[in-house]
């Protein structure tokens, strides 16, 4: 079921003199029950269309209808009981109690006195329930973690009972097992509550491995939105993330680091042992770029499986490492050295003139 649907929408700022537009003809839909993660670089225009799609700031041109009614029909009373916002700044809340906090989330319900009644108090024991967080009602939230404070934060999101929630940023600042327990936290969330839930984020693996559909957002490339297997695929994320040093795998949804490697090594070993792999990318980290079965490696680095690391020089093994940080310390002078000596015999063999 849509919630949101997006058409030719044109956001930016009125100013003196006309009108900034930041992103234009955009489209796009927001469902029932799904996790939707908004990616971009910095100065896409992220937070402007999360603010339009907020109320807080007026739409320069298009669309945005919630529920199948425009965005701008709704009073904001009503719209407190259709959308909940959840935003990274929470410092005016910290000398309140996460049980406090989390009751304003009944704000739209309890009339001007804000006085929770009994519904209202089970309601909000429920959210700290559903976000597992039932240890921290009593506590300010001044003690609290930073994750600690986002999950109260969207406890009490959960209190407005709003069938859609916004989300800005909301693991900036987390470690990153916080990073993966937010996102799991809102999969888990929108998938058992049926909530539209939307977010912005600079965590792209993160939301490539976990959201339902992704929004891709720049200003040279628009909007572009499916789910994460379909935009690989279509090589979309390429096109919009790929940069110099950086390559993207379609196949795991991941990207990686790519090394510029000056010199070569011949590695042994079994190559589905973990030990095997990790000393091949810790080689092309340190610039070594490790070959297959080669007669123009005079050095050699042998892994046989059996936690060691073994330095190989014409044929006679030099050095044996339990760690790889030990064998990368002797593995570069090893061909250098290799390399002197091969000048050297090159050079009495064809003396300069």
């Known amino acids: 079921m849509t919630s949101i649907e997006l058409k030719g929408l044109t ?16 489209n ?51 719209l407190a009981k259709l959308i909940s916002v959840v935003l990274t700044d929470n410092g005016g809340v910290k000398n309140m109690t996460s049980f406090d906090v989390v009751g304003m989330g009944r704000s739209p319900y309890t009339g001007f006195w804000g006085r929770l009644n009994e519904k209202d108090k089970a309601v909000v024991g429920k959210c700290f329930q559903w976000v597992g967080i039932e240890d921290l009602k009593e506590r300010k939230m001044s003690t609290l973690s930073d ?34 327990q937010m996102m799991m936290l809102l999969l888990r969330l929108a998938r058992t509550l049926k909530k539209t839930i939307f977010l912005s984020t600079h965590d792209l693996e993160h939301a490539l491995q976990v959201a339902d559909q992704i929004w891709l957002l720049d200003k040279e490339h628009g909007l572009v939105t499916g ?7 279509e ?18 949804c ?7 490697t ?14 095997y792999r990790l000393c091949q990318k810790a080689l092309i980290r340190n610039g070594i770029q490790p070959v297959e079965h080669t007669t123009d490696c005079p050095v050699v680095i042998s892994v046989p499986g059996d936690g060691t ?4 020089e014409h044929g006679k093994e030099t050095y044996k490492a339990v760690r790889i940080e030990h064998l990368l310390c002797t593995v570069v002078p090893a061909m250098i050295k290799n390399q002197i000596a091969a000048i050297r015999e090159a050079a009495e063999l064809k003396p300069y003139e």
């Open 309 to 312: 690391y073994r330095l190989i």
């Open 262 to 275: 000056a010199r070569q090594v011949e590695l042994r070993g079994d190559k589905s042992k973990l030990e």
């Open 227 to 233: 789910s994460p297997e379909d935009l690989s695929i």
């Open 147 to 180: 994750g600690e404070c986002q999950k109260v934060m969207i406890a009490k999101a959960l209190a407005q009972e709003t069938p859609i929630v916004f989300l800005d940023e909301p693991t900036a600042y987390l470690d990153y097992p916080s990073k993966i």
């Open 11 to 26: 956001t930016g700022y009125k100013q003196r003199g006309g009108e900034a537009v930041v992103s234009k003809d955009l």
């Open 235 to 252: 090589g979309e994320i390429e096109t919009y993330f790929n940069r110099e040093g950086i390559s993207y795998d379609r196949e795991l």
């Open 28 to 78: 796009a839909t927001l469902n029932t029950g799904e996790l939707t993660c908004l990616l971009g670089p910095n100065g896409a225009g992220k937070s402007t269309l999360l603010r339009t799609l907020c109320a807080f700031q007026p739409a320069l041109g298009g669309t945005v209808q919630v529920m199948g009614h425009e965005l701008n029909s709704y009073k904001q009373h009503e």
């Open 254 to 260: 991941t990207f990686q680091i790519s090394h510029e």
